[in-house]
């Protein structure tokens, strides 16, 4: 059970796993006390004597003690020379704010945050604390939500202008978290264009790293994820932070290394190219963080993650619900195609088994490559003559559920939208537009805008009656300014761009609460928990190949579970790499996503059509444990040749082991497996061979799994418990 504990000046949140303990300092100072595995007892004199700081009158602002003090919500230009949380302009031009705690609360739940996504109330408390600068009258009010059901603590900060004068803030992370040493290990996910997400791992030093995005998108170069870990930490245990920011804009996630070997963690909208104006009585309400806490290393790290998104944040109607198997027609036919030969590929994926077929880019305006009609989006009538409807129609006459795709936020500067509203896109007057696939960027802060895409994406879906829409976002931004508003509030076209696109995005699945909505952005550029609020999946890359998806689902597992990841076999040659894979491997790590196909099914043989059919039936029948379950990474392609990983059903009856070894070697022993998450106590059969095995076992001794001598060979064994508990 969450609980919040008061003892005079302390106040100590903690679950059956976690503690995380703050107290109000001789004059209002937040300080920061603990965050970390559970705490029967906290001294705050204790630990505060560890930063060299007196707890009682003597303590004072003065004589630059804040530069010692771990804080909650600090500020730079008043004795502390750290990274601060935050930073706003008074009236007078000066920078330094001085929050002093006003007063404090405790609720049952947690409060919605206004226009901005965040995980969801019911089996938690929360502590709210208003504190005020006296000399602007700025008020900050914190918010700390503990779970019952997750070793994770939300943060949140609204900012409101209590005084009489406007005020501009320049910095409002969400998170500071000041740690009292720096033993640890950084890790961050940094990637490109179909390579996303990398992990990174290397020794905290003295000074300031981290990573951020500053191109509007969370973007595929960074994620708004951080994490912390003991050098003695590894996968299965040791101690380790895990921060998440859920956010779809520019970003920074940073640790600040002091003087005196402490660490403070900062997380929040990146502040190169923010400035917020709060006119009095207006409030700014900074994005949520997550903060997880975990002693079962990386793996359990992400165990906490995947619970709590699948639990509070995706849709709810979605979050546990089969998805369909899709096949998407962009490798199978790019910009070239008409409705026959849709419906004949729409007629083969049939046959095999999809339940849901997708139309991508090139149905609108004059589309026949990337350099025209984005906003247009009305039928190409001279490759759907007989529009959406009938294409829709012909599809779902073969049983087939229909999906299209679009990329709403976006604008050609060659589009009838471009003409009639040049004003619609970001831009400075004056300057050259900078185009990037050949587009600009809808200026989504503004209302007119969000109107239009709703009104387009609503006349879209009802027209087609899809099923499904692929929502992608194919650039980053550029050309920061809006005509909508006044030069003093041009630094705040970023976070109005991406408030703008939550409202609509909030808007369309309120309206569509049975359409699957699959985010997107050249791939995995915004794959974020600001975007999962709304869409219970993303397209993970657009690179399909085997191998390099072995990395990247790996790596986007620390923080999102494979319910999130859409997933596709492709053809081979493999379009992005060249690389041949076998069919069953490109099968077994699409299976590790929301499963799917990305390719033209006319042009299977005969064999792998057959295949198609019988892997259609394996993800259906392993789909709710697949989704639903509990995922373990046990070998990682970062560290060697082969990749596994399985998922446990809750009751431990049932598990799904993958294992991909990426170069064939000769004279090689085939890869045992250590297990994870079965029950020991319990004997499990291999589901293709009728083989038993002790969960004990599988898990102490591991799995023997013969590979074919072949690149990219893989293995898939299911197990089935076969005696009671
Ligand atoms: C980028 C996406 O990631 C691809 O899957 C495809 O939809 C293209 N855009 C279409 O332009």
């Given at each position: 059970m969450a609980e919040i504990l008061r003892e005079k000046n302390l106040f100590h949140l903690r679950n059956e796993h976690i503690s995380y303990v703050l107290c109000e300092m001789p004059g209002g100072i937040l300080a920061h006390l603990y965050a970390g595995p559970r705490l029967s007892a906290v001294n705050a004199a204790n630990l505060l004597r560890h930063a060299g700081v007196a707890t009682?009158?003597?303590?004072?602002?003065?004589?630059?003690?804040?530069?010692?003090?771990?804080?909650?919500?600090?500020?730079?230009?008043?004795?502390?020379?750290?990274?601060?949380?935050?930073?706003?302009?008074?009236?007078?031009?000066?920078?330094?704010?001085?929050?002093?705690?006003?007063?404090?609360?405790?609720?049952?739940?947690?409060?919605?945050?206004?226009?901005?996504?965040?995980?969801?109330?019911?089996?938690?408390?929360?502590?709210?604390?208003?504190?005020?600068?006296?000399?602007?009258?700025?008020?900050?009010?914190?918010?700390?939500?503990?779970?019952d059901d997750c070793d994770a603590v939300a943060r949140s900060v609204r900012l409101v202008n209590g005084g009489s004068a406007a005020l501009t803030v320049t910095r409002a992370f969400s998170l500071c978290l000041d740690l009292p040493d720096a033993d640890w290990e950084l890790i961050t996910l940094s990637g490109s264009w179909a390579r996303e997400r990398d992990i990174v791992r290397r020794p905290l030093c003295p000074g300031v790293q981290g990573v951020f995005s500053r191109r509007g998108a969370s973007s595929h170069q960074a994620s708004p994820f951080?994490?912390?870990?003991?050098?003695?930490?590894?996968?299965?245990?040791?101690?380790?932070?895990?921060?998440?920011?859920?956010?779809?804009?520019?970003?920074?996630?940073?640790?600040?290394?002091?003087?005196?070997g402490t660490a403070r963690l900062l997380m929040g909208i990146d502040d190169a190219d923010f400035a917020w104006r709060l006119e009095p009585g207006e409030a700014f309400q900074a994005p949520e963080a997550v903060m997880v806490f975990s002693e079962e290393g990386l793996g359990g790290m992400s165990r906490q993650f995947h619970r709590l998104w699948n639990?509070?944040?995706?849709?709810?109607?979605?979050?546990?619900?089969?998805?369909?198997?899709?096949?998407?027609?962009?490798?199978?036919?790019?910009?070239?195609?008409?409705?026959?030969?849709?419906?004949?590929?729409?007629?083969?994926?049939?046959?095999?088994?999809?339940?849901?077929?997708?139309?991508?880019?090139?149905w609108f305006g004059h589309r026949d490559d990337d350099t025209t009609s984005l906003g247009d989006w009305f039928t190409d009538r001279r490759k759907?003559?007989?529009?959406?409807?009938?294409?829709?129609?012909?599809?779902?006459?073969?049983?087939?559920?229909?999906?299209?795709?679009?990329?709403?936020?976006?604008?050609?500067?060659?589009?009838?939208?471009?003409?009639?509203?040049?004003?619609?896109?970001?831009?400075?007057?004056?300057?050259?537009?900078?185009?990037?696939?050949?587009?600009?960027?809808?200026?989504?802060?503004?209302?007119?805008?969000?109107?239009?895409?709703c009104e387009a994406v609503t006349r879209t879906l009802r027209e087609s009656g899809a099923a499904y829409l692929k929502w992608d976002m194919n650039r980053n931004i550029t050309n920061i300014g809006s005509a909508a508003l006044p030069p003093e509030r041009q630094g705040e076209v970023l976070h109005r761009y991406i408030l703008?696109?939550?409202?609509?995005m909030g808007r369309l699945t309120e309206a569509f609460p049975e359409v699957l909505f699959e985010g997107c952005a050249g791939g995995g550029g915004r794959f974020d928990a600001g975007i999962l609020a709304y869409m219970p999946q993303f397209w993970c890359s657009d690179n399909t190949d085997a191998l390099c998806r072995c990395r990247?689902?790996?790596?986007?597992?620390?923080?999102?579970?494979?319910?999130?990841?859409?997933?596709?076999?492709?053809?081979?040659?493999?379009?992005?790499?060249?690389?041949?894979?076998?069919?069953?491997?490109?099968?077994?790590?699409?299976?590790?996503?929301?499963?799917?196909?990305?390719?033209?099914?006319?042009?299977?043989?005969?064999?792998?059509?057959?295949?198609?059919?019988?892997?259609?039936?394996?993800?259906n029948r392993t789909q709710a444990l697949r989704l639903n379950g509990t995922f373990y990474r046990l070998l990682s392609p970062f560290e060697g040749n082969d990749t596994?990983?399985?998922?446990?059903?809750?009751?431990?009856?049932?598990?799904?082991?993958?294992?991909?070894?990426?170069?064939?070697?000769?004279?090689?022993?085939?890869?045992?497996?250590?297990?994870?998450?079965?029950?020991?106590?319990?004997?499990?059969?291999?589901?293709?061979?009728?083989?038993?095995?002790?969960?004990?076992?599988?898990?102490?001794?591991?799995?023997?799994?013969?590979?074919?001598?072949?690149?990219?060979?893989?293995?898939?064994?299911?197990?089935k418990a076969v005696d009671e508990a």
């Amino acid at each position: 059970m969450a609980e919040i504990l008061r003892e005079k000046n302390l106040f100590h949140l903690r679950n059956e796993h976690i503690s995380y303990v703050l107290c109000e300092m001789p004059g209002g100072i937040l300080a920061h006390l603990y965050a970390g595995p559970r705490l029967s007892a906290v001294n705050a004199a204790n630990l505060l004597r560890h930063a060299g700081v007196a707890t009682d009158h003597s303590f004072s602002v003065q004589e630059c003690m804040l530069d010692r003090l771990p804080q909650e919500y600090p500020s730079y230009g008043l004795g502390d020379y750290r990274e601060g949380a935050v930073t706003v302009a008074a009236p007078d031009g000066s920078r330094a704010v001085d929050l002093r705690l006003a007063s404090t609360e405790v609720l049952e739940g947690k409060p919605a945050l206004e226009g901005l996504p965040a995980t969801r109330g019911g089996g938690c408390a929360t502590l709210r604390l208003a504190l005020r600068d006296g000399l602007t009258g700025l008020e900050a009010e914190l918010c700390y939500t503990i779970f019952d059901d997750c070793d994770a603590v939300a943060r949140s900060v609204r900012l409101v202008n209590g005084g009489s004068a406007a005020l501009t803030v320049t910095r409002a992370f969400s998170l500071c978290l000041d740690l009292p040493d720096a033993d640890w290990e950084l890790i961050t996910l940094s990637g490109s264009w179909a390579r996303e997400r990398d992990i990174v791992r290397r020794p905290l030093c003295p000074g300031v790293q981290g990573v951020f995005s500053r191109r509007g998108a969370s973007s595929h170069q960074a994620s708004p994820f951080m994490a912390l870990v003991r050098p003695d930490a590894g996968e299965a245990r040791g101690e380790v932070i895990g921060l998440s920011l859920i956010y779809s804009g520019s970003f920074a996630a940073r640790a600040d290394v002091s003087q005196f070997g402490t660490a403070r963690l900062l997380m929040g909208i990146d502040d190169a190219d923010f400035a917020w104006r709060l006119e009095p009585g207006e409030a700014f309400q900074a994005p949520e963080a997550v903060m997880v806490f975990s002693e079962e290393g990386l793996g359990g790290m992400s165990r906490q993650f995947h619970r709590l998104w699948n639990a509070r944040l995706l849709p709810e109607r979605w979050a546990r619900r089969p998805r369909p198997v899709l096949l998407n027609s962009w490798e199978a036919a790019y910009f070239d195609f008409d409705a026959d030969k849709l419906v004949s590929i729409a007629e083969a994926a049939a046959k095999a088994g999809v339940e849901l077929f997708v139309m991508d880019d090139g149905w609108f305006g004059h589309r026949d490559d990337d350099t025209t009609s984005l906003g247009d989006w009305f039928t190409d009538r001279r490759k759907l003559p007989d529009g959406l409807k009938s294409l829709g129609d012909r599809v779902r006459a073969l049983g087939l559920q229909f999906g299209i795709w679009m990329e709403p936020e976006m604008i050609s500067p060659e589009s009838e939208l471009y003409r009639a509203h040049p004003d619609w896109c970001l831009h400075i007057p004056g300057r050259e537009g900078i185009t990037s696939r050949h587009q600009f960027v809808l200026d989504m802060g503004r209302e007119d805008v969000q109107a239009y895409v709703c009104e387009a994406v609503t006349r879209t879906l009802r027209e087609s009656g899809a099923a499904y829409l692929k929502w992608d976002m194919n650039r980053n931004i550029t050309n920061i300014g809006s005509a909508a508003l006044p030069p003093e509030r041009q630094g705040e076209v970023l976070h109005r761009y991406i408030l703008g696109l939550y409202a609509v995005m909030g808007r369309l699945t309120e309206a569509f609460p049975e359409v699957l909505f699959e985010g997107c952005a050249g791939g995995g550029g915004r794959f974020d928990a600001g975007i999962l609020a709304y869409m219970p999946q993303f397209w993970c890359s657009d690179n399909t190949d085997a191998l390099c998806r072995c990395r990247i689902q790996y790596a986007t597992s620390l923080v999102f579970p494979p319910s999130t990841m859409g997933s596709h076999v492709s053809a081979v040659p493999n379009h992005q790499t060249g690389r041949v894979t076998p069919m069953e491997s490109r099968f077994a790590v699409a299976l590790g996503g929301c499963f799917g196909y990305e390719l033209d099914p006319r042009q299977l043989t005969e064999a792998d059509r057959a295949a198609m059919r019988e892997q259609i039936a394996m993800a259906n029948r392993t789909q709710a444990l697949r989704l639903n379950g509990t995922f373990y990474r046990l070998l990682s392609p970062f560290e060697g040749n082969d990749t596994a990983w399985m998922t446990v059903s809750e009751d431990r009856t049932e598990a799904l082991v993958t294992v991909v070894r990426a170069l064939a070697q000769p004279n090689v022993m085939p890869p045992l497996v250590k297990l994870a998450g079965l029950d020991a106590g319990r004997r499990y059969r291999d589901v293709a061979t009728g083989e038993i095995y002790g969960g004990d076992e599988l898990m102490k001794v591991g799995l023997c799994c013969p590979l074919s001598q072949c690149d990219a060979a893989s293995a898939m064994i299911e197990l089935k418990a076969v005696d009671e508990a």
